[in-house]
């Protein structure tokens, strides 16, 4: 019989004074998923491991771990053959997989998570088209699992300026709702959405696929300058600017032409943390081709 071998993360803070690592093995069924494996564990093995559960169909959000260094569901997550279980990372250990997510729901209730009505609409009831929500529609989406901010490397270091992917979606389907009325601008510079690195990093954990950088991010930032937003307008010419002229993005250049001396040694302080985590690469290539992105800011000028 085929087995599958789960090292599961294991730790009691009223109790443990470090936490610990137990290797089980387990029964191999064909389609068998991560969730099933730790049912297995407390049913059969060890009743004390604690772990969250409910829907078991991507729907709750309540299951989110990491598997093998990524975040996901247990419940869509296939078993593999050997596996490292851990609990999403950056948060309080409740026990075992289990973490306290207070921090982040707080972080949602800071920016008004709600419809905001001005005035009343010109008819009941209201006539909606589909057209006008097909930036939003995919947002709802959102189970709040945490994967994406267990995946996204600015929220990893904790960086106090930057209240992570989930926040700034579920700002996102206000912001692009076109029946809410609030200036929704001034939530999200103080969510840090100028903050994000376009890793992909929380769109490729996501597991109801949104797309967290164009959906979410780049519409924030369209938003952001059409409203004349001067200072964000200025960051992203100055990337656009590098990159024509070099061919790669040096982030130490970036953050010296576009930060004021008060924020350029906080910055350079941060831009390092990045670089010790593995985060940002002194040693990238530049661009193939590069004169041909050139031609093609030429062209677009002359455009213009």
């Known amino acids: 019989m ?17 936490h610990r690592y137990e290797t089980y093995e387990i029964p191999y069924e064909k389609g068998m998923r991560v969730l099933g494996v ?8 060890d009743t004390s491991l604690a772990f969250r559960y409910s829907c078991r169909r991507r729907r709750c959000g309540s299951c989110g771990v990491v598997v093998n260094g990524k975040p996901g569901l247990a419940c869509m997550e296939e078993a593999k053959k050997e596996m490292v279980i851990e609990p999403l990372p950056n948060l309080p250990i409740i026990r075992d997989l289990v973490v306290e997510t207070e921090e ?15 005035k009343q609409p010109e008819q009941e009831p209201e006539k909606l088209l589909p057209r006008n929500f097909a ?6 989406q959102c189970i709040e699992c945490f994967s994406c901010m267990g995946a996204c490397p600015v929220n990893g270091i904790n960086w106090k300026d930057f209240s992570g992917p989930t926040t700034l979606v579920q700002l996102a389907r206000r912001l692009l709702d076109p029946r809410d009325d609030m200036d929704r601008i001034p939530d999200a510079l103080r969510a840090g959405f100028v903050h994000c690195v376009a890793c ?19 519409n924030i930032r369209k938003t952001y300058i059409e409203n004349e937003r001067v200072g964000y307008a200025k960051y992203n010419k100055t990337w656009k600017d ?9 982030p130490f250049i970036l953050m010296r032409r576009t930060s004021n001396i008060n924020s350029l040694l906080s910055n350079m302080l941060t831009g390092i943390k990045f670089i010790l985590k593995g985060k940002i690469s ?7 081709n590069h004169e041909e ?12």
């Open 2 to 18: 085929e087995e599958v071998t789960a090292k599961v993360f294991r730790y009691d803070p009223t109790a443990d004074g470090a």
């Open 38 to 45: 730790l049912l297995y564990i407390q049913e059969n093995i």
């Open 104 to 118: 982040y729901e707080e972080r949602i209730q800071n920016i008004s998570p709600y419809l905001v009505r001005r």
């Open 135 to 140: 930036t939003v529609r995919p947002l709802n």
């Open 200 to 218: 992909y990093s929380c769109v490729n954990a996501c597991p109801v696929e949104i797309g967290v950088l164009e959906g979410v991010i780049e």
């Open 242 to 250: 590098i990159v024509v002229e070099n061919g790669i993005v040096n």
């Open 282 to 288: 002194l040693g990238s290539k530049r661009i193939p």
């Open 293 to 304: 992105i050139r031609i093609i800011q030429k062209v677009i000028g002359e455009k213009r």
